[in-house]
């Protein structure tokens, strides 16, 4: 019976961090896995077409574990979020203190205040290194510039770029490729149960950090707003754990969080923090996590995910008032609302609903053109990135200079503007190296270069300067067009190299785009300002991707601090995304498929309600089933033998009599054996002679599969297993539809569901079958019995 697949130590996942083409890997039984890529290498069959996914999939529900974390091939698992009700669980919560209680309580809201302090001081740092050195960088390019020193600036503005890039390429190729892309579609997986290792370590943070201050200020067209929510829950992990490694603290308190339930809460707070620190949104990092990131929620979980954004923006606040009169540099313009349109009143006329819905439809078109497109990037980065590490260096470096080139060589190709066409009032025309609306680049005095403000400015900046309401003459429609085809591009050819990249601010600054020439095309017929139709487009193209719509409408909200805009904003979003899913689904969605997460969507498939579970168990080998006092020998034969991670144990009270006793987890048994709790006879033990040697703390540590060597005289010696085993595992019987179980699955974060027949009796085992996380997955299915995939087909 497969079940869950151990995880082997990281440095056995994978020799060389990339894409799974160069590995080799084999089943238990010695045969080429079907799963595993490298089945197909050196047999004139290897992936080398787009066509092919990533990772080879099995045709069987025997599925091995291996999936892409970050730039990373890895053997992953499941995680135990599910109670594990064993006698020693009882014991230690029934001996708990009131005091002890109120400790547990008052650590999890303390840790959920250090996650968003901590996130609010890293992201007001990375911040303040982006604007420096990018303003830093743009200053000295736009006086060579202006001396007529073309050539000169364009080389240092490509060096400086090529340089910057370099190391947060190496960063995340040499000492944490899991650092590399946002890490959302990792942090999805991870709250949906599944293990994915090696990503949210010291190293990953330290590479996030470091990595995503190079890749922004390079001018890629990338944002910081995956990699700070990635941030966010690596600082969750290393708070709930005291660190990791020998640096690990041992604080008696941090023992309430030894365990994968609270620290999945604790990385929602830390996902959420992320994007309120992002776009200064606590509200709408709430929602984000509710509605993207985590599969299983509670009224709990967010007061303290609330708690946490509340948090970050009172630290982001007090940065800004510090560094407001410029004594961070260039950094300190902007508070909290990016984008503040309070004093624009929004009136709606009916000749504007058309212009808006075809907003709304572009949205969703473009959001799910860009999606495909995304996809076909992405798997042939995947062959590229196979090659090895200089591959993936050469990759990011090419983007790099690729970028540089278009920034700084487009401008040249537009005409200057004169100021007092563009209905600057207010407001200094034009500027020189610095943010502005207005920038001169190569104009002279009285003219400014629109794309240029576009182009030479941080992406923040650029969000800024495309949505300023009052502005409907400052931006020509070529203009708006090479902006919107650069960014188009660059954003799918940047998307997928080896650095911490976000998606969230190239898709708004090309969805502004868009939404700005449709203001242009129409302006006859439209009574909003062009500014705001720079939001609708932001939000449609938004949700045409990402198909959100709760958690973006209040996040724009946020950012423009105009109620107004909500009935607008609500009726954009929601046909973006319902055009959106006509085509296909959701960008997290595919890049989830695209790396092999085993991630459990919502809604289970339509003919699932064709198949019961017992048909499943049937497909797959006998369960490994254990006895309630095993011996020692068969416990050891049984771990060396299989991979499984949970064990069903039977009870047997009179002779001829089989019962369920529960299930016992693999990193139980192993602690056993290293603690040779064995007995002389076959007996069951009293509650306290396993409480003497063992604790649910002990039981709770995240154990190897490397087991001592044991004399033939242990080997003889029983273990008693009732004390470890879980009496209340989640079970079904045998008729249920995969539908519903798929449902009960992911809504109770199973690990194991355990199958019972239908009748009771003499003869009759009390357990047909166990199924795991892989068992329901749609294509593991499918390839046990490919006669429902013409049902898929039908419905």
């Known amino acids: 019976m497969e079940e869950e697949q151990s995880q082997k130590p990281a440095g056995e996942a994978a020799s060389e961090p990339g894409p799974a083409p160069e590995l080799e890997c084999k089943n238990e039984d010695g045969v080429e896995d079907p799963e595993d890529p490298a089945s197909t290498a050196g047999n004139g069959n290897s992936i080398s077409s787009l066509e092919q996914p990533l990772l080879k999939r099995s045709t069987t529900l025997t599925a091995s574990h291996l999936a892409i974390v970050g730039a990373k091939v890895s053997h992953i698992e499941s995680l135990d979020y599910e109670i594990i009700e064993n006698d020693l669980f009882k014991h230690d919560w029934r001996s708990r203190s009131n005091v002890e209680v109120l400790q547990y309580i008052f650590l999890k809201w303390a840790m959920a205040f250090l996650v968003g302090l901590l996130t609010g001081v890293i992201a007001s740092l990375i911040n303040l290194a982006i604007e420096n050195i990018t303003g830093l ?6 006086n060579l510039v202006r001396s007529g020193r073309y050539w000169a600036g364009f080389l240092y503005f490509a ?31 991870y709250l949906n149960g599944v293990d994915t290792p090696n990503m949210f370590g010291a190293p990953q943070l330290i590479v996030k950090i470091i990595g995503s201050i190079g890749a922004v200020s390079s001018g890629m067209d990338l944002g910081k707003e995956g990699p700070l929510v990635h941030i966010g829950a690596c600082l969750a992990n290393l708070l709930s754990q005291g660190g990791e490694g020998r640096w690990r603290l041992r604080w008696r308190w941090l023992r309430y969080f030894n365990n994968d339930r609270d620290r999945r809460d604790l990385i929602t707070c830390g996902a959420s923090s992320g994007v309120c620190a992002a776009f200064r949104a606590p509200v709408g990092g709430v929602l984000f996590a509710l509605e993207e990131v985590a599969t299983w929620w509670r009224s709990a979980l967010l007061w303290r995910t609330f708690f946490s954004t509340a948090t970050v923006v009172v630290v982001l606040r007090g940065f800004i008032e510090v560094c407001r009169d410029g004594r961070c540099g260039m950094f300190g313009e902007g508070g909290l609302i990016l984008f503040d349109v309070s004093n624009v009143t929004v009136r709606y006329h009916v000749g504007d609903l058309l212009p808006v819905t075809l907003v709304g439809v572009l949205g969703g078109v473009l959001g799910a053109l860009y999606n495909h497109v995304l996809h076909q990037v992405l798997r042939l980065y995947n062959l590229i990135n196979a090659k090895g590490r200089w591959a993936k260096l050469a990759l990011a470096l090419s983007v790099s200079i690729l970028t540089s080139a278009g920034l700084y060589l487009l401008p040249f190709a537009v005409p200057c503007t004169p100021c007092s066409a563009a209905g600057a009032a207010g407001e200094t025309c034009p500027t020189v190296g610095k943010s502005g609306n207005f920038k001169q680049f190569n104009c002279p005095d009285g ?9 030479h400015a941080t992406n923040t900046d650029a969000t800024r300067n495309i949505f300023s309401t009052g502005t409907s003459g400052e931006f020509r429609l070529d203009s708006l067009l090479i902006f919107l085809a650069i960014y188009s591009v660059l954003g799918l050819v940047t998307f997928g190299i080896a650095v911490p990249s976000g998606l969230f601010l190239p898709i708004i600054l090309m969805g502004s785009a868009y939404g700005r020439i449709v203001a242009l095309l129409l302006a006859r017929f439209i009574h909003i300002d062009h500014g705001l139709y720079a939001v609708l487009g932001a939000a449609a193209l938004m949700s045409g991707s990402m198909r959100m719509t709760v958690s973006l409408c209040v996040i724009f909200l946020e950012l423009t601090n105009n109620l107004l805009l909500l009935p607008i904003t609500m009726f954009v979003l929601l046909i973006a995304k319902t055009v959106g899913d006509a085509f296909n689904p959701s960008i997290y969605e595919i890049i989830l498929d695209l790396k092999g997460l085993p991630f459990l969507e919502p809604k289970p498939e339509t003919w699932m309600k064709d198949l019961a579970v017992g048909e499943l168990a049937a497909a797959k080998p006998r369960a490994v089933t254990l006895q309630v006092v095993e011996k020692v020998s068969t416990v050891v034969e049984v771990l060396r033998a299989t991979p499984h991670n949970g064990f069903p144990v039977l009870d047997r009270p009179r002779p001829g009599v089989s019962e369920l006793h529960g299930l016992v987890l693999r990193q139980h048994l192993v602690a056993v054996i290293r603690k040779r709790w064995f007995l002389p006879e076959k007996r069951r033990t009293e509650e306290w002679e396993a409480r003497e040697r063992f604790s649910s703390t002990d039981l709770a540590e995240k154990v190897t599969d490397e087991l001592p060597r044991l004399s033939p005289e242990e080997m003889d010696m029983y273990i008693d297993l009732h004390p470890f085993t879980n009496t209340t595992p989640y079970t079904v019987v045998e008729t249920m539809s995969v539908a519903k179980a798929v449902v009960l699955f992911r809504t109770c974060a199973l690990r194991h569901m355990l199958i019972i027949p239908k009748f009771q009796g003499l003869e009759i085992s009390p357990i047909v079958g166990i199924l795991t996380r892989q068992d329901l997955r749609a294509h593991n299915i499918l390839g046990a019995f490919p006669h429902l995939a013409n049902k898929r087909k039908v419905h």
Request: hydrophobic share 60%; proline share 7%; aromatic share 8%.
């Open 447 to 455: 003219f400014y270069n629109d794309l240029a403000s576009l182009l």
């Open 137 to 142: 960088k743009m200053l000295h390019m736009v």
């Open 159 to 189: 060096g400086v770029n090529l340089a910057l890039t370099f190391s947060a390429a190496v960063l995340c190729v040499v000492f944490a490729p899991t650092a590399a892309g946002p890490g959302i579609p990792e942090i999805k997986a």
